[in-house]
């Protein structure tokens, strides 16, 4: 069954700092994504440490969220059919290194936290991630 749903993708600090990000939203639009929303912004570590949070007991927390607060971002909303498993797919595994050919990471990224893009991982987390980005309240 396959039905229309919306994720949550960023365009992470390091893509943004090499102008990847028209080419990366090129990509997604290629493979039939509509980019509904969008917001380039830099934020700060506590809104990072928020929006990451169920990491927060992991080694690498704290190296992430001074990352992905460290320079500007944009933050957007597609829409698909099956959004979150088509972006996940596109995206490819954490670290570029085990992704797969063809996908963003394979081709953009510099290191498992240098990944150059975040996708979320469920419907449920997509919705609450669109909130905490176009809900206003950054
Ligand atoms: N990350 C990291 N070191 C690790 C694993 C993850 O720096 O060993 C970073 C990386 O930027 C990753 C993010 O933390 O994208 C979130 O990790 P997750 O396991 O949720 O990977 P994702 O869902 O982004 O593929
Ligand atoms: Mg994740």
């Not at 290629?30 to 809104?47: A, T, V, Y």
């Amino acid at each position: 069954m396959s039905k229309i749903e919306q994720t949550l993708s960023i365009i992470k600090p390091d893509a943004v700092e090499r102008n990847l990000e028209n080419e990366i939203k090129e990509i997604f639009k290629q493979n039939g994504f509509s980019i509904l929303k969008e917001k380039k912004i830099q934020i700060e570590k506590s809104e990072a440490e928020k929006f990451y949070k169920v990491h927060e007991t992991k080694p690498f927390y704290s190296d992430l969220c001074a990352y992905l607060s460290s320079g500007p971002i944009v933050a957007m909303v597609l829409e698909k059919e099956n959004a979150v498993l088509a972006n996940r797919n596109l995206m490819g595994s954490t670290n570029p290194k085990d992704a797969e050919d063809g996908s963003i990471r394979k081709k953009y990224g510099i290191s498992i936290d240098k990944n150059s893009v975040h996708g979320s991982d469920s419907v449920e987390n997509a919705k609450i991630e669109i909130d905490f980005f176009f809900k206003d309240h950054l």
